[in-house]
């Protein structure tokens, strides 16, 4: 199967549901999980991403924006940016021993000089259910 098939797929599960199964860890924007009681809080993880701008794409987006459209290089940069954020995010819940994240939040923010960079920060309750 394509990569990009398998991306695209992933980003629909993300923001369509509110629940996500990875390999052993349950992903959810829900603060509990129906049928599933939390036995075990283990702490708020985090996973951050900082991003920073590339010459060639800003000047391909300064063109999408005077003749309209997405611009698909910072879209996969972004959607990459994601995807690490989130992954961190497992790993540190894995490490204290969650089966399970709840209550994940993810924020977009422009830091650094003239707004240069972008920081993709993801926020949740690791537990074990």
Do not use: W
């Not at 990009?4 to 923001?15: E, G, R």
């Not at 809080?41 to 590339?54: C, F, L, P, Q, W």
């Not at 309209?68 to 990459?80: D, H, I, K, M, N």
């Not at 924020?107 to 650094?112: A, R, S």
């Amino acid at each position: 199967m394509p990569l990009f098939y398998l991306h695209i797929t992933f980003l629909k599960t993300i923001f369509v549901c509110t629940i996500l199964k990875t390999k052993d860890m349950i992903l959810s924007t829900t603060p509990t999980i129906e049928g599933h009681p939390i036995k075990e809080y283990k702490g708020v993880v985090t996973g951050e991403t900082i991003i920073g701008a590339n010459i060639i794409k800003d000047f391909k987006a300064a063109i999408r924006d005077i003749v309209g459209g997405r611009s698909a290089s910072y879209e996969r940069v972004l959607r990459q940016a994601k995807d690490t954020s989130i992954n961190e995010l497992i790993e540190r819940a894995e490490s204290l021993g969650a089966n399970a994240i709840v209550g994940i939040d993810i924020d977009y923010e422009t830091i650094g000089e003239g707004n240069s960079m972008l920081m993709v920060s993801v926020s949740g309750t690791a537990v074990v259910l």
